[in-house]
C-alpha cells in the first residue's frame, strides 16, 4: 500500500525557513509529477505552491517562486520543499501530491499525504 508521509512542518517567526519532506512508502512506479499544495485557514481549496516532473522541471505559484524551491531524490522517492523568507499568510496545512502507478503495468493515479501543520508567527 502506498503512503506519502510528511515531515518538517512546525512554528516558525517570520523570515524564517523550514524545510518540508514528503516520503513514498511502499512500491510506486512510473512516478510522473511530485508537488505540494497548501490549504491556508478557513479556505476550503488547496492551493499549488510548486510540482516537479520526473525529468526535473519544476514549476512554482508565482508568490513563492523566489522564496521556495522544490527537489526531489529520486533514489529514494522523496521530495523536499526549502521555503526561505516565510511570511505569515504562508500558515497553511502541506500537502504532498505524487502521481505514479502501484505496479509496471497498471493505470497512474494520485496519491495525498496527510498534510503538515506551517505556522508563521511572531
Known amino acids: 500500500q502506498v503512503q506519502l508521509v510528511e515531515s518538517g512542518g512546525g512554528l516558525v517567526q517570520p523570515g524564517g525557513s523550514l524545510r518540508l519532506s514528503c516520503a513514498v512508502s511502499?512500491?510506486?512506479?512510473?512516478?510522473?509529477?511530485m508537488g505540494w499544495y497548501r490549504q491556508a485557514p478557513g479556505s476550503q481549496q488547496r492551493e499549488l505552491v510548486a510540482?516537479?516532473?520526473?525529468?526535473?522541471?519544476?514549476n512554482y505559484a508565482d508568490s513563492m517562486k523566489d522564496r521556495f524551491s522544490i527537489s526531489r531524490d529520486s533514489a529514494t522517492n522523496t521530495m523536499y520543499l526549502q521555503m526561505n523568507s516565510l511570511k505569515p499568510e504562508d500558515t497553511a496545512v502541506y500537502y504532498c501530491?505524487?502521481?505514479?502507478?502501484?505496479?509496471?503495468?497498471?493505470?497512474?493515479?494520485?496519491?495525498w499525504g496527510q498534510g503538515t501543520q506551517v505556522t508563521v508567527s511572531s
Open positions: 501530491n505524487v502521481f505514479g502507478s502501484p505496479s509496471l503495468s497498471g493505470s497512474i493515479r494520485g496519491y
Open positions: 510540482s516537479i516532473a520526473s525529468g526535473g522541471s519544476t
Open positions: 511502499g512500491r510506486l512506479f512510473r512516478i510522473s509529477l
